[in-house]
T-cell receptor
């Protein structure tokens, strides 16, 4: 079945790198997404990776995908206090018959200490 | 500005009193969807709509109704709210199913 798992909490010091991990079960997913949710706000798409890619880099963000282990990670370099938020990974599908549904993990709360 | 708007942002109501949460998008998107977010569970899809007049159930549709009479609007209706529907609700839209979804700011609902 469809399931996405994340650890619930991560605390880092400002300036360090943060790595948020996610595992998923459905190997037919097409896209894997990282969303950021700041307090009182909606979800902001940070980045996404196609399931046929291993890595994607976008400024301070690096996404790594290990399809064999069904493991996705988000690395934030030089983490700042403004990065404090809840981070969700989600998997989605593109193709005939898909419903557009995103399967979300539980969310990882990132706390950045000054 | 391209956006998804929801109203109200906050609502406290009582069991059994019908309510509607509105959702509107100005991006001419075909696909719209409702999710609820609960602590430790992430977001779960309630209903979705592939295009006008076409809606279908998501993973947690019980107690909810939707309609899609116009492309831009996708209201969520709770005919008889119960306390277990206390949650944070998000509307989302995308060009079509499978494309990037844009989320509204959320509606925090409390049912007493």
């Amino acid at each position: 079945g469809e399931d996405v798992e994340q650890s619930l909490f991560l605390s880092v010091r400002e300036g360090d790198s943060s790595v948020i991990n996610c595992t998923y079960t459905d190997s037919s997913s097409t896209y894997l997404y990282w969303y950021k949710q700041e307090p009182g706000a909606g979800l902001q798409l940070l980045t996404y990776i196609f399931s046929n890619m291993d890595m994607k880099q976008d400024q301070r963000l690096t996404v790594l995908l290990n399809k064999k282990d069904k493991h996705l990670s988000l690395r934030i370099a030089d983490t700042q206090t403004g990065d404090s938020a809840i981070y969700f990974c989600a998997e989605g599908y593109y193709g005939s018959g898909n419903t557009g549904k995103l399967i979300f993990g539980q969310g990882t709360t990132l706390q950045v200490k000054p | 500005e391209a956006q998804v708007t929801q109203n109200p942002r906050y609502l406290i109501t009582v069991t059994g009193k019908k309510l509607t949460v509105t959702c509107s998008q100005n991006m001419n998107h075909e696909y719209m969807s409702w999710y609820r977010q609960d602590p430790g569970l992430g977001l779960r899809q309630i209903y979705y709509s592939m295009n006008v007049e076409v809606t279908d159930k998501g993973d947690v549709p019980e107690g909810y109704k939707v309609s899609r009479k116009e492309k831009r609007n996708f209201p969520l209706i709770l005919e008889s709210p119960s306390p277990n529907q206390t949650s944070l609700y998000f509307c989302a839209s995308s060009f079509e199913a499978g494309y990037e979804q844009f989320f509204g700011p959320g509606t925090r609902l409390t049912v007493l």
